[in-house]
């Protein structure tokens, strides 16, 4: 007769460990002593002691393989908010969600630690020291965020501790780092095309940028202190570095790190916010046509142009969360990272 291993707490599994966040993720769980599977529909990189398991998570056979004697799974994995494809969203965050947490009981996974996003509350208005018992975005700024929303529901009303299967949501906000394929990226050809001129609205709007290393650290204490006796069990976590910054200086400081000038004329939030939406519409109604990707999109802007940040004040208290890396160090070391987007390279 075949026996069933009993999943080691030391072992777990991360879906969208290719991914940005995924792999610092892996990497430091492989630090900690962690036996580590990674499922990805891709494969980005290879490491010593990670186990590759490529395909999709709406594949529940494909995850099953992957979460076999595993006690704790990190979903990380999304399509990229620039894809703004309605039906991959609906599909990989909502229904492939679903899946996920399907596997995970059939697996006989202990914890699911989703990593969600502090936009679920966010309508493109000011939050300012933003708690997590705001109530969720009635009218989310993209399609993106609405299928964050639905799928951070659906795993918080997952955790069961009678079934022995708890679940915590990390809410990050602005995650950047080593390898970010978003945020430096597209701020740098941005800046090649010469259109980081203007800085939208007065610039004093206070955002949270997070260093990936502080929100990797937020997950593995978020696993580690998720048990049945624990306030984490169902609830979602604020994880930021705990330093607001005006949105334009930090997008300053790495343009300057890089060589590049940093904007300096100022045009009124609500201009840039009807263009940018005018822009949109030409570019959905034209999509049968021709593909056009406006680089200021409504999110951006409203991103760009208002205050959006949080208190991790819930994180502190429950799991003993503190930011690793201060913001200074966290821009330099981020800066030194990109030598190929650097002014001239
Ligand atoms: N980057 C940011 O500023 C923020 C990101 N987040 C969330 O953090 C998580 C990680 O984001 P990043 O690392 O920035 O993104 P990323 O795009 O670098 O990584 C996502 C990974 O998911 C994988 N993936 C996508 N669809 C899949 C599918 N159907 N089956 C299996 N794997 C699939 C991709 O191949 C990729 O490796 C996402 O859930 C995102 O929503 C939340 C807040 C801010
Ligand atoms: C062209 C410029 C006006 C802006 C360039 C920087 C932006 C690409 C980034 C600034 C804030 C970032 C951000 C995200 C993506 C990259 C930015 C828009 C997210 C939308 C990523 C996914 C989330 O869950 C929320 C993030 C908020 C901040």
Known sequence: ??????????????????????????????????????????????????????????????????????????????????????????????????????????????????????????????????????????????????????????????????????????????????????????????ARRGKMKFIIGDGSNLVDFTFVENVVHGHILAAEHLKADSPLCGQAYHITNDEPVRFWDFMSQILEGLGYSAPRYHLPYTLVYGIALLLWLMAVLLRPLIQIKPTFTPMRVALAGTHHYYSCARAKKDMGYQPLVPLREAIVRTVESYPHLRKGA
């Open 1 to 190: 007769m075949a026996t069933r291993l009993r999943p080691s707490s030391k072992r777990c599994a991360v879906i969208g460990g290719s991914g940005f966040l995924g792999r610092h993720l892996v990497e430091r769980l492989m630090d900690r002593g962690y036996t580590v599977n990674v499922f990805d529909i891709r494969q980005a990189y290879e490491l010593p002691g990670v186990t590759f398991h490529q395909g999709d998570l709406c594949d529940r056979q494909a995850l099953l393989l992957a979460l076999k004697e595993v006690s704790v799974v990190f979903h990380c994995a999304s399509p990229a908010p620039a894809s703004d494809d309605r039906a991959l969203f609906q599909r990989v965050n909502i229904d492939g969600t679903r899946t996920v947490i399907q596997a995970c009981h059939e697996a006989g996974v202990q914890k699911l630690i989703l990593t969600s996003s502090a936009s679920v509350v966010f309508e493109g208005t000011d939050i300012k020291n933003g708690r997590e018992d705001l109530p969720y975005a009635k009218k989310p700024i993209d399609y993106y965020t609405e299928t964050k929303i639905q799928q951070e529901k659906l795993v918080l009303e997952a955790c069961s501790k009678d079934q022995g299967f708890l679940t915590v949501a990390i809410r990050p906000h602005g995650i950047f780092g080593p390898r970010d394929p978003q945020l430096v990226p597209i701020l740098v050809d941005t």
